[in-house]
């Protein structure tokens, strides 16, 4: 059964950090894209960041970029997101996604996550 299982979502303050965790469980993630969207409340899911099955290459959307980190450990089968300076408007519902061979930061991801909340109080 595959499974992406996010974690280390909560409740912080503007201008604080945190760490997402997402563990794919399964299969081995290790040749494929992985990410992370979310959605805020009333919004449509958004694409946050992605990392290679190497981690060689990155790719964030325009308003993450220099405050959050994408990474991943491929021997846990495991991709991080470390958020620093979050505003209110980071918060959300987080989502790990995964992606389908021969994908690209455009594609649309076939595995999801249950998510975890975000919440950054101003």
């Known amino acids: 059964q595959v499974q992406l299982e996010e974690s280390g979502g909560g409740l912080v303050q503007a201008g604080g950090s945190l760490r997402l965790s997402c563990v794919a469980s399964?299969?081995?993630?290790?040749?494929?894209?992985l990410g992370w969207f979310r959605q805020a409340p009333g919004k449509e899911r958004e694409f946050v960041a992605a990392?290679?099955?190497?981690?060689?290459?990155?790719y964030y959307r325009d308003s993450v970029k220099g405050r959050f980190t994408i990474s991943r450990d491929n021997a846990k089968n495991t991709v991080y997101l470390q958020m620093s300076s979050l505003k209110p408007e980071d918060t959300a519902v987080y989502y790990c996604?995964?992606?389908?061979?021969?994908?690209?930061?455009?594609?649309?991801?076939?595995?999801w996550g249950q998510g975890t909340q975000v919440t950054v109080a101003s």
């Open positions: 399964g299969r081995t993630f290790s040749n494929y894209l």
């Open positions: 990392i290679s099955g190497s981690g060689g290459n990155t």
């Open positions: 996604a995964g992606y389908p061979r021969m994908s690209t930061v455009s594609s649309k991801p076939e595995n």
